[in-house]
């Protein structure tokens, strides 16, 4: 039973390594193989064997490897790989609102979530800042003998103690 497939699947392969070059000789060739298979064994060919007969007639489109072919041609269709080729190189309508033709992502901003561990160590550095501000603020308001300084005496300069004050200090 398998036998006369085998024979089909050989006498494809032989067709097909011959290189017909006239588009209507090879479908000539073709339909006269199907037919004569079809009258002797009274079923279709195997579908994948068609296929490969319907590759070998379509030869010149699917070996088109020009990129225009679509607009070139008047019934144009594309191969597997060209197909697939182009899904790769397609957009969504979303992705076409989103960013400008200038390559520049206009989508509005947002605020990603930090992480437990950056979350943890900015909360380490605030507490930090915190004392650091609290003992500055201490020093700052604490009470002590207020001193007045006259600029002119000194020649314009500015004390050591007047200076440890932080506020004139990073001026």
Not at 54 to 80: A, C, G, Q, V
Not at 107 to 128: G, L, M, N
């Amino acid at each position: 039973m398998n036998d006369y497939k085998t024979q089909f699947n050989e006498e494809v392969t032989h067709l097909i390594t011959r290189q017909i070059e006239d588009r209507g000789e090879r479908m000539a060739t073709v339909q006269a193989l199907i037919d004569r298979y079809i009258s002797e064994h009274g079923a279709t060919p195997d579908p994948a064997q068609l296929e490969r007969l319907t590759d070998y007639i379509l030869r010149e489109e699917l070996t088109d490897r020009h990129p225009d072919k679509i607009t070139r041609n008047e019934y144009p269709f594309m191969s597997t790989w060209q197909l697939d080729v182009r899904h790769d190189r397609e957009t969504s309508f979303k992705m076409a609102e989103e960013i400008g033709t200038d390559g520049r992502d206009y989508r509005v901003p947002k605020r990603r979530k930090r992480s437990t561990y950056e979350s943890i160590f900015v909360d380490q550095a605030a507490k930090i800042r915190n004392k650091e501000r609290a003992e500055q603020y201490k020093r700052d308001t604490a009470t002590r003998t207020t001193a007045e300084y006259n600029l002119y005496e000194n020649g314009g300069e500015l004390t050591e103690s007047f200076v440890q004050c932080r506020g004139i200090k990073y001026r």
